[in-house]
């Protein structure tokens, strides 16, 4: 028996087993336990014999199962420890940054332009009424311009904003001109039932542009809308302003810009322009609605489509990837 259970206990590897043979073989109703138990069976000469020879078993096998349990438990832990091991020289999971969407991050360019041509940056709601959108921009209810922006209503008087002009009005009126000139920008998104393609979008944004003071001439609108050009285009693209048409502006100009490389030997009917801008001299109607004197005070104005800046800057051929947020798109630009 001895021999057996000492060859079980060796090739034992759990300790579950292990206390299996323990019950087993010392347990209540193992063969030692019966041999000690039927010690009143015998001769008073074969008990002290018997007994001794049965406990020296016992002791044998309990030792070596707690040898034996000791080892399993020592080797139970060991396993554990080195499943648990933390490699702090492994490389961690890289945390993903994100970035400014695009057409912000060109807004924030010209901020930082006009900011440094000392603009104020201003802000108006893009649910906004008539009365600033259209009425004090001289666009009376009935006047045939009012379709040149298709609009969402929400009543007859709410609407969402259909450029960031109705800014001007606001600023125009809370200005206090004996702290010195106006000159502000107002960056936001504006709305208008336009149907999408590659370069409409029925939400885009502008940024508007204001300056009012007393001696504001043409030169001056047109110095400052090269300067904002070549600074975010460089060289690489043309610009053409060109006579246009705006209820708020008189003259008014639309500057257009080349898509694509343009050099010396590029022919000027091979150039393809896109447009990016309205602009003009402030309108005297505009400038008496704020309450501003047009004898004594004039300026320029101008509205950019930010969208359109993003467009020619870095070749995006279609206005509506800007809108899809798809971020593989969107993480090209750093
Ligand atoms: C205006 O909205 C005038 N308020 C601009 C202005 C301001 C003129 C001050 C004079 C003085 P227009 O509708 O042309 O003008 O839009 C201005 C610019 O917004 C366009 O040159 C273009 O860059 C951009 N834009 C217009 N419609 C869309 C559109 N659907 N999607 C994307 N960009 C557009």
Known sequence: LQADVLAQIDQTTEL???NDIRVNTLGKK???TEVLRGMKDLTAEERPVVGAFANEIRDNLQAAIETKKAALEAAALNAQLASEALDVTLPGHAVRKGNAHVIQQIIEQLEDQFIGMGYQIAEGPEVEEDKYNFEMMNLPKDHPARDMQDTFYITPEILMRTQTSPVQARTMEQHDFAKGALKMISPGRVYRRDTDDATHSHQFHQVE????DKHITMGDLKGTLLAVAQELFGAKHQIRLRPSYFPFTEPSVEVDVS???VDENTKPEDIEWIEVLGAGMVHPNVLTKAGIDPEVYGGFAFG?????FAMLKYGVDDIRNFYLNDVRFLSQFK
């Open 209 to 212: 542009g204001l300056v009012i």
């Open 259 to 261: 898509w694509g490389d």
């Open 304 to 308: 950019l489509g930010p969208d359109r």
């Open 30 to 32: 193992g063969p030692i």
């Open 16 to 18: 579950k087993s292990l």
